[in-house]
C-alpha cells in the first residue's frame, strides 16, 4: 500500500498543480490514478505464483522446469513496463504544452513591448487564460496543436492495445484450471496444477477491463477531436 500511495502522489501533484491545461487533461490523469490501482491489486495475487504451482514430483528442479515451461511468457514485468509506456503517452502532451507555454510567453512579452506605446493589451497566440489563472491550451486556434494531442492519444489507444493482446493471449492461457502435462528433459512426465486459478484470471479480466474503457474513451474522444477541432462541426 505504501508503494501505491507513493506512486499516486506525483501523479495527482501534477495533475493539479500545473499552469497549462488542456481539453480533458484531468481524465487522462484519472485514467493513470485508476491504472495503477488496478496494477496494484491485480499483481496481488500473483506475488507468490511460483508457491502456488505445484507437480506430483518430488524434484524442485522439475517443478521449477515445469514452472517455466508453463509460464514461458512475461508477466508482471510486462505490465509495469507498458504502465511506463501509458504515462510516456501522457507525459508527451504535458512536454508539449509546457513548450507551447514558454513559446506564448515569449511571444506575449515581445507584444506588449511592441504594443507599449498603442496602449493595447497583447494575447500569447494559441493559448488563453482561465479565472483561475492557469493558461488554456486554445485547440481551435491551433491545428498543428490538435494533431500532436490526437498523436499521443492514438500512441495510447495502441499500447493499450497491445496490453490487452498481452493479457489475453500470453497471460489468460497460463492461468487455466486444467492439468498440466508436463515433460521436460529433465522430468520425462510430471503432473502440475495451479492454485486460485480463477482469481489470477480475475486479475487479467480486471486488467484488461480499463484497458478497454481507456480504449473506447480515447477513440470516443479522438472522433469529438476530429469533428469539432478539425471539421468544425
Not at 492519444?153 to 490487452?164: A, P
Not at 484497458?211 to 462541426?233: D, K, T
Request: charged share 15%; hydrophobic share 50%.
Amino acid at each position: 500500500m505504501a508503494a501505491l500511495v507513493t506512486g499516486l502522489i506525483p501523479i495527482l501533484r501534477t495533475a493539479v498543480d500545473a499552469t497549462t491545461t488542456y481539453k480533458c487533461r484531468s481524465l487522462w490523469f484519472g485514467f493513470l490514478c485508476i491504472r495503477l490501482v488496478i496494477l496494484f491489486l491485480a499483481e496481488l495475487p500473483f506475488t507468490k505464483v511460483d508457491a502456488d504451482f505445484s507437480c506430483n514430483s518430488s524434484s524442485s528442479i522439475c517443478t521449477q522446469a515445469c514452472f517455466n515451461r508453463r509460464f514461458n511468457k512475461p508477466m508482471l514485468v510486462a505490465w509495469n513496463f507498458i504502465y511506463v509506456l501509458v504515462i510516456i503517452s501522457v507525459l508527451l502532451m504535458e512536454l508539449f504544452t509546457s513548450h507551447l507555454r514558454s513559446v506564448a510567453l515569449k511571444r506575449k512579452v515581445k507584444a506588449e513591448v511592441e504594443m507599449e506605446v498603442q496602449g493595447k493589451e497583447a494575447a500569447a497566440p494559441g493559448v488563453s487564460t482561465d479565472p483561475k489563472g492557469k493558461t488554456v491550451l486554445d485547440l481551435h486556434r491551433d491545428r498543428g496543436s490538435v494533431g500532436f494531442y490526437l498523436f499521443s492519444i492514438v500512441l495510447r489507444i495502441l499500447i493499450e492495445t497491445w496490453f490487452v493482446y498481452i493479457l489475453l493471449s500470453w497471460n489468460l492461457p497460463a492461468l487455466s484450471d486444467d492439468k498440466f502435462n508436463c515433460s521436460t528433459d529433465i522430468c520425462p512426465s510430471a503432473v502440475c496444477v495451479l492454485r486460485a486459478a480463477p482469481e489470477k484470471r480475475m486479475s487479467i479480466y480486471a486488467l484488461a477491463s480499463i484497458s478497454g474503457m481507456i480504449i473506447v474513451v480515447s477513440v470516443l474522444f479522438c472522433m469529438y477531436a476530429i469533428a469539432h477541432y478539425l471539421c468544425n462541426f
